[in-house]
């Protein structure tokens, strides 16, 4: 039992490349959802999906793309990677009341 | 918006001490508190959580006091260990409800010293 896997574990991007980073969870969770912790912030939502083929914002959501096409699969996409992105970035799922379930992260560079 | 003010932003604490670290939040509507930790290189876990229907919630060394009137709560650490040095961060939302967000605080870095 994997829980919630994320990868890349680290990614170093030039400003205006794009990536995808992955989050998949074997748990059957319905809510998935990302968060990125910058130093001095906490954790801060981007996107949320309370189920495939549904998605929502959270509080920060610009610059960012997700799609849910399936339960276990919930990308996080930058279409043009700029500094301020540098972050980490973390998938955390529920399942109803659950507590979030967290991933161990993305470290995200953007030079 | 910050709606969860968290502190200190960090903290250091004698082995066998007492780690205190404190949340407020703003939106009266939130009626789940959870504290997370986080270790390096890993993500946050649920610690312990309360809901507003009682005020003090322990589970071993660890223990959430919790004010309704004036909207914000605490986690105690007692008898605090080397191990316990990790990332602290408490979070608030409505409960329940498929579409319910969890807002963090901006996080405490306890250190605990031998």
């Known amino acids: 039992n994997a829980g919630v896997t994320q990868t890349p574990k680290f990614q170093v991007l030039k400003t205006g490349q794009s990536m995808t980073l992955q989050c998949a969870q074997d748990?059957?969770?319905?809510?998935m959802s990302w968060y990125r912790q910058d130093p001095g912030m906490g954790l801060r939502l981007i996107h949320y999906?309370?189920?495939?083929?549904?998605?929502d914002q959270g509080e920060v959501p610009n610059g960012y793309n997700v799609s849910r096409s399936t339960t276990e699969d919930f990308p996080l996409r930058l279409l043009s990677a700029a500094p301020s992105q540098t972050s980490v970035y973390f998938c955390?799922?529920?399942?109803?009341?659950?507590?979030?379930?967290f991933g161990n992260g993305t470290r995200l560079t953007v030079t | 918006q910050q709606q969860v003010k968290q502190s200190p932003q960090s903290l250091i604490v004698q082995k066998g001490g007492i780690s205190i670290i404190n949340c407020a939040y703003e939106n009266t509507a939130f009626d789940y508190f959870p504290w997370y930790q986080q270790f390096p290189g890993k993500g946050p876990a649920l610690l312990i959580a309360i809901r507003p229907d009682v005020s003090e919630k322990k589970e071993g060394r660890f223990t959430i006091s919790f004010n309704k009137s004036a909207k914000q709560f605490s986690l105690h650490i007692m008898d605090s260990q080397p191990g316990d040095s990790a990332t602290y961060f408490c979070?608030?939302?409505?409960?329940?409800?498929?579409?319910?967000?969890?807002?963090f605080g901006t996080g405490t870095l306890l250190a605990v010293q031998p």
């Open positions: 979070a608030a939302s409505k409960y329940g409800g498929a579409t319910n967000k969890l807002i």
């Open positions: 748990m059957n969770h319905e809510y």
């Open positions: 955390a799922t529920r399942q109803g009341n659950s507590p979030l379930h």
């Open positions: 999906s309370v189920g495939a083929g549904i998605t």
